[in-house]
């Protein structure tokens, strides 16, 4: 298995690192207002089944933002890469969405 420190030097994967931890940011704040009864119309953009309570697609970011940092963390080749066809996202993609875990083709699985 080639880690993801090879494939991105430390610089960038340090960067890509802060991006997972500033979403994760993001989405706890949003999920702290939702459970305060607010409803921020950031959480109508985030993926999700139809009928999914905001908390529910909250958390369910949180978890995918979670799981990204674990791989990153461990120097996982996975990290980068689909979950489901394991093709490379590519570093320009990894800079808009660092957390992503999907490929444009499989981006609605």
Known sequence: MIACGVRFD???????????????QVLSTLLSEVLAGKTPAAVAQLP?????RPEEKLRMALDQVEARRKLIDADDDKFGRCDICGEDLGLPALGELPWADRCAAHAAQ
Not at 11 to 19: A, K, S, W, Y
Not at 48 to 52: D, E, I, K, N, V
């Open 10 to 24: 430390s610089e960038t994967v340090l960067q890509l690192r802060r991006g997972i931890m500033k979403r994760g």
């Open 48 to 52: 999700g089944t139809p009928g999914m």
